[in-house]
């Protein structure tokens, strides 16, 4: 039998969220952000999701394979616009509320999977 090591340790996984707040390796964030495994962008510029189009790129530049975007407490679809801007480079997008994209963003990142969560709070 062969052991491989899974070094997750420095992986950015959500620990906790509720209403207006996530928690990401013990610390508390309250406005939108854009995460990776490696990486926290805070202060994303985005209060709703009409705002997503003219800051998308903040996320896309991380180099995801996968883009999942938590749109608040109900799942609300940004504008045709941003689902082609996304297709146009190959990645992946999927669209929910808050807690089924952390929860999402936490099943991907333990598999290994290139994956950005942009969460609007």
């Known amino acids: 039998m062969k052991f491989t090591l899974d070094d997750n340790a420095t992986a950015n996984a959500v ?3 509720m209403q207006g707040e996530v928690r990401i390796a013990g610390r508390a964030y309250r406005q939108s952000l854009v995460v990776t495994a490696t990486s ?3 202060d994303w510029p985005v209060g709703d ?3 997503v189009e003219a800051a998308l790129e903040i996320a896309l530049g991380l180099g995801p394979d996968i883009l999942i975007l938590g ?5 609300v679809f940004p504008e045709p616009a941003v689902f082609a801007a996304v297709a146009a480079r190959g990645i992946g997008f999927e669209v929910m ?3 089924a994209a952390c929860r999402t963003y ?3 990142l333990a598999e290994g999977r290139n994956v950005a969560l942009a969460l609007i709070l």
């Open 97 to 99: 509320d808050n807690g």
């Open 40 to 42: 926290i962008v805070e």
């Open 49 to 51: 999701v009409a705002q």
């Open 71 to 75: 749109t608040g407490e109900r799942q």
């Open 106 to 108: 936490n099943v991907l």
């Open 15 to 17: 620990t906790a969220r």
